[in-house]
């Protein structure tokens, strides 16, 4: 059995480190409500989440009813930029009238069809049930219920959020994020972690190209390449390859250059404002 915290910009002194101790590296983190608002808090949780070699990092978008929900997913979409293989897309379905599937069926397939693999949904049980998503739920894509209780719901789904932090089970108080929404999977953290590469296209990954990274001292080099699924030594040849002229400023430098010299360890943390090329 494995918890993992879900954390917004209400929880905004996450500490990523801290809960990797307790759940070995699975969180769930809300990147924006609709199209216009952002979670302020999301773009510093999922740099330490891949800076600490997290195993799984859902990536979830709540889709407000009063908006488009094509324009919602492209608002989404540049915002991720890509999925490294330790993530996974989550659509949030909780609200509007009527039957929701088709909403549902455009985010995923306009998503999926740029980000590559498969999308996750999320939901309530009575809302699920009442608002025609149940058929997804009952299929193949993974998915994930909240339902607080004491017992886990009939509905079939990966991942089930069984409480709020105040009610429900499984309270867990997460460091720097107290008790907050927090949901069960029934199984380890390897095999969750399996569910997103599994779900990425190697071809989707690699399309995207190389990109800068700016570090934020959450974690090492080593830990870094692990949960983008390379080597240190990879990470390093891009750095050189992709910085301008081969110029590195003077921290980077100092880095690079010590662990070129075996003074420094990869698996020490970095320094803040290290600027690494990573693969796509």
């Known amino acids: 059995m494995l918890l993992l915290p879900d954390v917004s910009e209400f929880q905004p002194s996450a500490d990523l480190a801290g809960i990797k101790k307790l759940n070995g590296g699975a969180v769930i983190l809300r990147a924006a409500y609709g199209a216009f608002h952002p979670d302020t808090a999301f773009a510093r949780h999922r740099q330490a989440a891949a800076e600490l070699g997290y195993g799984f990092c859902g990536l979830y978008h709540y889709l407000v009813a009063g908006q488009d929900a094509a324009a919602q997913a492209r608002a989404f979409i540049s915002l991720a930029g890509h999925l490294a293989p330790h993530e996974v897309a989550i659509l949030d379905l909780e609200e509007g009238d009527g039957d929701q599937s088709g909403r549902a069926a455009m985010w995923a397939r306009i998503v999926d069809g740029t980000l590559g693999g498969t999308s996750w949904l999320y939901s309530g ?121 081969s110029v590195f400023d003077p921290a980077t430098a100092r880095y690079l250059n010590g662990i070129f010299a075996g003074t420094t360890d990869p698996r020490a943390p970095m320094p803040a404002g290290l600027k690494l090329w990573l693969p796509g």
Do not use: M
């Open 125 to 245: 049980l009575s809302f699920a049930r009442d608002h025609g998503l149940a058929p997804i739920f009952n299929g193949p894509r993974h998915t994930w219920v909240a339902a607080y209780g004491n017992t886990e719901p009939g509905l079939p789904h990966t991942l089930w959020q069984c409480t709020d932090g105040r009610v429900g089970s499984n309270i867990t108080s997460w460091p720097g994020a107290g008790r907050c929404d927090t949901s069960l999977y029934r199984g380890t953290l390897d095999r969750l972690a399996a569910l997103t590469r599994a779900g990425t296209p190697k071809a989707a990954v690699a399309a995207a190209g190389p990109r800068e990274w700016t570090t934020a001292g959450q974690g090492s080099l080593a830990a870094l390449a692990q949960a983008h699924g390379t080597e240190p030594s990879a990470i390093l040849r891009l750095t050189a390859e992709h910085s301008p002229g």
